[in-house]
């Protein structure tokens, strides 16, 4: 293997590990108060300094804003993915899901396209969020459209 592919399988497991944390944050968090804590293994992987990230509506967060969004999510939704594809070109990682979001009151299944990424040290600089969905959604919250 050369170097760059061992970057490239290195940076896809990063953004893998990344869905896995979100998914577990998510379930562990139901029956108690999410916390800042709860998302260090995110947190660790970002570039805390340079950090933004530009949600379904063009929303724009940097790491503060957005981990405030996370917060606000995990303690109402059960996030479950379902890897659909996921490649590596230089520093950036392409990955498309189908997230599985659940709520008391409802489910909603969405396609989503995150573009990650990278600086030269393997931290996340950017997170660019494309989605599809059914036209009528109400029963879950997606994260940026809190305010919709």
């Known amino acids: 293997m050369n170097d760059t592919q061992d970057r490239s399988e290195r940076l896809i497991k990063i953004v893998r590990q990344w869905s896995a944390d979100y998914a577990k944050i998510t379930r562990d968090t139901q029956d108690r108060p999410c916390t800042e804590a709860d998302f260090d ?45 996921i490649n590596s070109v230089n520093n950036i990682v392409f990955q498309e899901l189908e997230e599985t979001i659940t709520r008391p009151h409802g489910e909603n299944v969405i396609y989503t396209m995150s573009v990650f990424e990278f600086n030269d040290d393997d931290k996340v600089t950017a997170l660019r969020v494309y989605m599809q969905q059914v036209q009528d959604v109400d029963n879950v919250l997606i994260l940026g459209t809190e305010n919709k």
């Open 41 to 85: 293994p995110i947190a660790n992987v970002i570039d805390k300094e340079n950090f933004t990230r530009i949600g379904v509506f063009k929303d724009e967060a940097d790491w503060p804003l957005c981990l405030e969004k996370y917060l606000q999510f995990a303690g109402t939704s059960i996030w479950t993915d379902k890897l659909r594809y």
